[in-house]
């Protein structure tokens, strides 16, 4: 099992650039989440989902967009990037909605100029 | 709504020496909680976990204790090594249908040798 993989690992954005961060897991997890982490603030949840076709607004959602058409892929989407979303982005997945332990993909650092 | 209080850092400590961070929770209904570690460079892991009061979640030598009476759920370890340097994080989840996780700002320990 490969886990949650992200990609990219780094990418750097000019301000109003769109762009779509992906995510994907092969455990069949039926929860898959967006948090962005910055610093002193812990991780933030923008999005998530709780199966195929599902997803829910976050604590901090506005310029982003998700998807969920399959399984196993979470894409996250940046319309018009914006400095403010200067950030290391996490994706994680569960088994189920109420799971105790969730698996973190290892991030994707984003900066927008 | 729910929130997660934990010790600023960052903490310095030399091989062997005692750890405790400290984190406080507010929630409603009975959570559960954890200890996620974030290594260098990684996503988080899950440390340990309680789901229930006077539960004690123990994982690599760190512990943790539920204790309902004072909404704590400190991290301990007896003899920390340079490898538990990271940053660790705090974390619930609400009971019955409010699954999503809430997070602390994290506390960033150096182990020195």
């Known amino acids: 099992n490969a886990g949650v993989t992200q990609t990219p690992k780094f990418q750097v954005l000019k301000t109003g650039q769109s762009m779509t961060l992906q995510c994907a897991q092969d455990?069949?997890?039926?929860?898959m989440s967006w948090y962005r982490q910055d610093p002193g603030m812990g991780l933030r949840l923008i999005h998530y989902?709780?199966?195929?076709?599902?997803?829910d607004q976050g604590e901090v959602p506005n310029g982003y967009n998700v998807s969920r058409s399959t399984t196993e892929d979470f894409p996250l989407r940046l319309l018009s990037a914006a400095p403010s979303q200067t950030s290391v982005y996490f994706c994680?997945?569960?088994?189920?909605?109420?799971?105790?332990?969730?698996?973190f993909g290892p991030g994707t650092r984003l900066t927008v100029l | 709504g729910n929130s997660v209080t934990q010790m600023e850092g960052p903490v310095t400590l030399s091989e062997e020496a005692f750890l405790t961070i400290n984190c406080t929770y507010t929630?409603?209904?009975?959570?559960?909680l954890f200890w996620y570690v974030q290594y260098p460079g990684e996503g988080l892991q899950l440390l340990l976990k309680?789901?229930?009061?006077?539960d004690k979640g123990s994982n690599k030598g760190f512990e943790a204790t539920y204790r309902k009476e004072t909404t704590s759920f400190h991290l301990e370890k007896g003899s920390v090594q340079v490898s538990d340097s990271a940053v660790y994080f705090c974390?619930?989840?609400?009971?019955?249908?409010?699954?999503?996780?809430?997070f602390g700002k994290g506390t960033l320990l150096t182990v020195n040798p």
């Open positions: 929630a409603t209904g009975y959570p559960s």
């Open positions: 455990m069949n997890h039926e929860y």
């Open positions: 994680a997945s569960s088994r189920l909605a109420g799971a105790d332990t969730q698996y």
């Open positions: 989902s709780v199966g195929a076709g599902i997803t």
């Open positions: 309680a789901t229930k009061a006077d």
């Open positions: 974390a619930l989840r609400g009971g019955g249908s409010n699954y999503k996780l809430t």
